[in-house]
C-alpha cells in the first residue's frame, strides 16, 4: 500500500510539474502552529504540530478553479503526541510519536460544491529525530524533557501513504457569514469518516483560499484578498475511527470509536499584517483517555 501511494504521489508530482511549465506560478502560502501550551497549558497527548502549504498556479480569483490539479497545494507537516507525564507515565497512556508528513492536494470545485483531494507520505518514528528537538527545546525552556523510558517505548520507524478527501458547500449568512458543511474521509496512517461544519462571521477571510489543518480542523488562510477587519470562526465535527498507527492495536490500544472536534478563534487583518488566534477542543482519542484537551492555534503575519 505505501508503494502504491509512493508512485501515486510521484506521479502527482509529474503533473505537478508539467502544469508548471504551463504557466503554473507560485501564488502564496499557508501555515499554522498548534500547541497545548496556549490551549489548556498542559504538555501532554496532542502536544504540538505545524502545518504549511505553498501554491501553485495561473492565478487566484477569489474562487476555486473547476478542474482538478489547475491548483496545486504542496503540503508539509509535523506532529508530536505524547503521554501525559513525560517523566513517568501512568499506565495504559498513549506512546510518544513524531512525524512528518508531505504531500500533494488540489482543490476546484463543481458547481457550488467545493473539493480537497490528496495524497501524503507520513514518516514516523525515531527516524523524525522529532523526539530530539522536542528534548532540546524543553533543555532551552528548563522544562523536563521525555524519560529516556518514554523514547525507547516511542512509536517505531515506519513510513504510510495517507489519501485526504474533503467535500464542503458554503451558505450565506447574511452580508458576511459563511455556513460550510462539510464531509471528510482519511485512509492511511489513520482512517476514519469525519462530518461536520464551519461558521465564518466577518469580512476577513471571504474570498480567501483555506487549507484545513488535520490536528485541530481549524482552517488556515493562504491566499486572500487581505481586506482590514475582524472575522470570528466556530466549528465543530465529528468522527468514526477505523484505525490509528498511533496507538497500535498489538501494543493493547483502544482507539475511541468516535472522535469530536469543537472550534473557535478570530482572524485580525490590518494594512500590512495579520494575526490569527484560535482554541480546539478535543474529545478522548483512545480508551482509557481520562478526559479531552484542548489545544492553541496561532499564525503571525507580522511586516516591520
Given amino acids: 500500500m505505501t508503494r502504491f501511494f509512493a508512485t501515486l504521489i510521484c506521479a502527482a508530482l509529474s503533473v505537478a510539474t508539467t502544469a508548471q511549465a504551463e504557466g503554473r506560478d507560485y501564488l502564496g502560502n499557508g501555515r499554522l502552529v498548534n500547541n497545548d501550551l496556549f490551549g489548556d497549558t498542559k504538555d501532554r497527548w496532542q502536544t504540538g504540530s505545524v502545518a504549511?502549504?505553498?501554491?501553485?498556479?495561473?492565478?487566484?480569483?477569489?474562487?476555486?478553479?473547476?478542474r482538478p490539479f489547475d491548483l496545486l497545494e504542496f503540503r508539509i507537516g509535523g506532529q508530536i503526541v505524547a503521554p501525559a507525564n513525560l517523566q513517568n507515565p501512568a499506565a495504559g497512556d498513549r506512546p510518544f510519536a513524531g512525524l512528518w508528513s508531505f504531500g500533494l492536494h488540489t482543490q476546484f470545485a463543481r458547481g457550488s460544491t467545493e473539493y480537497s483531494l490528496g495524497g501524503d507520505l507520513v514518516i514516523m518514528g525515531p527516524q523524525t529525530k522529532l523526539d530530539e528537538l522536542q528534548t532540546g527545546l524543553h533543555d532551552a525552556l528548563g522544562v523536563a524533557p521525555a524519560s529516556a523510558a518514554v523514547l525507547n517505548s516511542q512509536i517505531g520507524n515506519s513510513i504510510y501513504g495517507t489519501f485526504v478527501g474533503e467535500m464542503g458547500r458554503n451558505f450565506e449568512l447574511g452580508e458576511v457569514g459563511q455556513l460550510r458543511p462539510f464531509t471528510e474521509v482519511r485512509?492511511?496512517?489513520?482512517?476514519?469518516?469525519?462530518?461536520?461544519?464551519?461558521?465564518?462571521?466577518?469580512?476577513?477571510?471571504?474570498?480567501?483560499?483555506?487549507?484545513?489543518?488535520?490536528?485541530?480542523?481549524?482552517?488556515y488562510r493562504a491566499l486572500s484578498d487581505e481586506v482590514p477587519g475582524f472575522s470570528y470562526v466556530f466549528g465543530g465535527d465529528i468522527a468514526y475511527v477505523n484505525s490509528s498507527a498511533l496507538?497500535?492495536?498489538?501494543?493493547?490500544?483502544?482507539?475511541?470509536?468516535?472522535?469530536?472536534?469543537?472550534?473557535?478563534?478570530?482572524?485580525?487583518?490590518?494594512?500590512?499584517?495579520?494575526?490569527?488566534?484560535?482554541?480546539?477542543?478535543?474529545?478522548?482519542?483512545?480508551?482509557?483517555?481520562?478526559?479531552?484537551?484542548?489545544?492553541?492555534?496561532?499564525?503571525?503575519?507580522?511586516?516591520?
Fill in 187 to 219: 485512509y492511511g496512517h489513520e482512517t476514519m469518516a469525519r462530518v461536520g461544519f464551519d461558521v465564518t462571521l466577518g469580512s476577513v477571510g471571504q474570498g480567501a483560499l483555506l487549507a484545513r489543518d488535520p490536528v485541530t480542523g481549524q482552517r
Fill in 52 to 66: 504549511a502549504s505553498r501554491y501553485f498556479g495561473s492565478e487566484w480569483t477569489g474562487a476555486l478553479p473547476d
Fill in 247 to 304: 496507538l497500535p492495536e498489538d501494543q493493547g490500544f483502544e482507539v475511541k470509536k468516535a472522535r469530536g472536534r469543537a472550534r473557535a478563534g478570530v482572524h485580525w487583518q490590518g494594512e500590512n499584517n495579520a494575526v490569527f488566534y484560535g482554541v480546539t477542543w478535543l474529545s478522548e482519542e483512545f480508551e482509557g483517555q481520562p478526559n479531552g484537551q484542548a489545544v492553541g492555534s496561532l499564525r503571525l503575519d507580522l511586516n516591520f
